[in-house]
């Protein structure tokens, strides 16, 4: 509770200071660059000549610094920054996406003359972030952490227990709920499809979908220019997923009762091998073939898994679960952290963002639950499965697992849960990328 | 109240929410959970299709007329395959059994002499 109110405290203090001071108070100091872009006054001749020069030369140099640059915005979210960073090293919270996106964040809002052309910003063409961010923007990074992430995931749990996966199903509700609940705040049908995806509890998820529904490029039905919503999206949907020890125990406490609590599941069985290779192969040909729009990313994740499961190529498995997943994680931390760039981030879109993404995390949550309570009224007494698990259809892998497996041991220090729990887990991976794919195929 | 209701109008809006959008948000959850149901169903059936194809080829080759495949738990499997393991690659503790201490072949020592341990000097 102490850390729940902590979390939410700085953020409704980081929201009203936003509200409260205008992101250009500090402007007034930039200055025109055409005058800057001005030779300092040349000295000809005298020792008054070459003192002038020197001021002249030490004032420029000054209007160059970040102290002349900054705004509040820029402040506020060095503050933000600093308060990811706190979060994963205190808390840990997520650390390896929080550290990257906390010191992006510190990156991206380093305050710098920004018509000087000094090709330093992230959405300056031509810069070292904006070529890193590429990746972002044109959704390549996003498919390569879903190989990592089928390279290193075991799905035997899911495979013995299929009807499991029907959490990672319900638990869309949060998407398509917050979809709707983003189009009535007044966003565009696209950007709300993005805003939605935050349900899905999936940062590469979210990413892709925001790099190609709310990239600031697309063009409307109306002939106006798409907001530019990536960043917002994946710090929000990030920041909710390092948050589910948080946001998750309560709903599942409210909704789900002490006697479904120490339900203890039937322990799952044993999957050969054969079963484990035909699983990539038959969910890549009928996800991909009912939703073609999901194959970037379902693609890649049973090819990942395919590359682990087969046995015969342990190099490519073993580089895509450990090289190269970490590789594209710290250069889309980085770049999504430097992409909140405070002229870009501070707006109360970012804010409505961040209160539909909380919605979404918790609708999701709530609907994996209710739905789990549901199949056990189908169910026969010992095949039960513990209601708890169907918070972990958001897919959020494996904080959400974890967490049941807690809260599962709090009701009964005999119950593990968190292999019955990784099975919706992954399905939820599954169901968020359909969604995506869904949402994509419509609103593009 | 008036100025709430204006608010609210202002702030949300209803309008968004037509057919389009609705039919978005309701087949859009439909098809997900027809993807993941048909999944379901597909997987259930897998297992059932390798235990057929295992009856079938066992029958054939006569090893037994009605042969039932056990669904094994998994972490049965797991404590079998451990013992067969550790039996095959005979990493398990395998000791002569004997605790006592060996005796030293150098029997004498200066810290065992019994000699340094009385006193010369006898006490009339």
Redesign the interface.
């Known amino acids: 509770m102490k850390r729940l109110l902590t979390v939410f405290g700085i953020i409704a203090i980081i929201a009203a200071i936003s509200m409260v001071f205008p992101k250009t108070a500090f402007t007034d100091t930039q200055k025109d660059t055409t005058e800057l872009s001005q030779p300092a006054p040349v000295a000809i001749d005298g020792a008054q000549n070459d003192a002038e020069a020197a001021t002249g030369g030490l004032k420029k140099f000054f209007e160059y610094t970040g102290f002349a640059n900054v705004t509040s915005g820029h402040l506020i979210m060095l503050v933000v920054g600093l308060i990811f960073i706190y979060l994963a090293i205190r808390y840990d919270y997520e650390p390896l996406l929080l550290i990257p996106i906390g010191v992006g964040i510190l990156i991206g809002n380093i305050p710098f003359m920004l018509d000087a052309g000094l090709q330093l910003g992230i959405y300056e063409s031509g810069s070292v972030m904006n070529y890193l961010y590429f990746g972002v923007t044109a959704g390549i990074y996003p498919p390569i952490i879903f190989l990592g992430i089928g390279a290193m995931t075991d799905f035997?749990s899911?495979?013995?227990n299929?009807?499991l996966?029907?959490l990672?199903?319900?638990a869309?509700?949060g998407?398509?709920?917050t979809?709707?609940g983003a189009?009535?705040?007044?966003f565009h049908?696209a950007e709300?499809?993005a805003i939605g995806i935050i349900g899905g509890a999936d940062g590469p998820t979210a990413i892709f979908l925001s790099s190609k529904l709310a990239n600031g490029v697309n063009i409307l039905s109306d002939g106006t220019t798409v907001k530019n919503l990536i960043g917002p999206i994946a710090i929000a949907a990030y920041s909710y997923m390092a948050l589910v020890p948080v946001i998750q125990p309560p709903i599942m406490r409210l909704l789900i009762t002490k006697k479904e609590r120490v339900i203890k599941m039937?322990?799952?069985?044993?999957?050969?091998k054969?079963?484990k290779i035909?699983?990539p192969i038959?969910?890549l040909l009928?996800?991909a073939y009912?939703?073609p729009s999901s194959l970037p990313l379902l693609g890649m994740l049973f090819f990942g898994n395919l590359l682990k499961e087969s046995g015969v190529t342990k190099r490519l498995a073993d580089t895509a679960r450990t090289s190269l997943i970490d590789i594209v994680t710290i250069v889309l931390g980085l770049t999504v952290g430097a992409s909140t760039q405070a002229d870009i981030f501070l707006t109360s879109e970012s804010i409505l963002i961040f209160v539909l993404g909380a919605a979404s995390f918790m609708i999701a949550t709530a609907g994996g639950l209710l739905f789990a309570k549901v199949m056990n009224l189908f169910l026969s007494e010992e095949n039960k499965i513990n209601p708890l698990v169907g918070a972990a259809g958001v897919s959020a892998v494996p904080d959400s697992a974890r967490v049941v497996h807690v809260e599962g041991l709090k009701a009964n220090p005999n119950n593990h849960l968190l292999?019955h729990a990784m099975a919706p887990n992954v399905?939820g991976v599954?169901?968020s990328a359909?969604?995506a794919g869904?949402?994509l195929s419509?609103?593009l | 109240m008036i100025i709430n209701m204006i608010i609210i109008n202002k702030?949300?809006?209803?309008s968004?929410?037509n057919a389009?959008?609705?039919s978005?948000?309701?087949?859009?959850?439909v098809?997900?959970?027809?993807?993941?149901?048909?999944?379901?169903?597909?997987?259930?059936l897998?297992?059932k299709i390798?235990a057929f194809n295992v009856r079938r080829r066992r029958k054939k080759q006569g090893k037994c007329d009605d042969c039932e495949i056990a669904?094994?738990?998994?972490?049965?499997?797991?404590a079998i395959t451990m013992a067969l393991y550790m039996h095959l690659n005979e990493i398990h503790d395998e000791d002569s059994n004997g605790i006592t201490i060996r005796r030293v072949s150098k029997q004498y020592s200066p810290w065992s002499s019994k000699i340094y341990a009385t006193n010369p000097f006898v006490r009339i």
């Open positions: 035997s899911l495979i013995s299929p009807k996966m029907l990672g199903a319900a869309q509700l998407v398509f709920a979809f709707l189009l009535i705040l007044g049908p709300a499809g039937k322990s799952p069985r044993a999957v050969s054969l079963e035909l699983f038959i969910g009928f996800t009912i939703s292999m399905a599954i169901g359909v969604a869904i949402l419509y609103l | 702030i949300l809006d209803f968004a929410i389009f959008t609705t978005v948000a309701i087949v859009g959850y098809i997900v959970f027809l993807v993941l149901l048909l999944l379901t169903l597909v997987y259930n897998i297992p390798i669904d094994t738990e998994g972490d049965v499997t797991a």
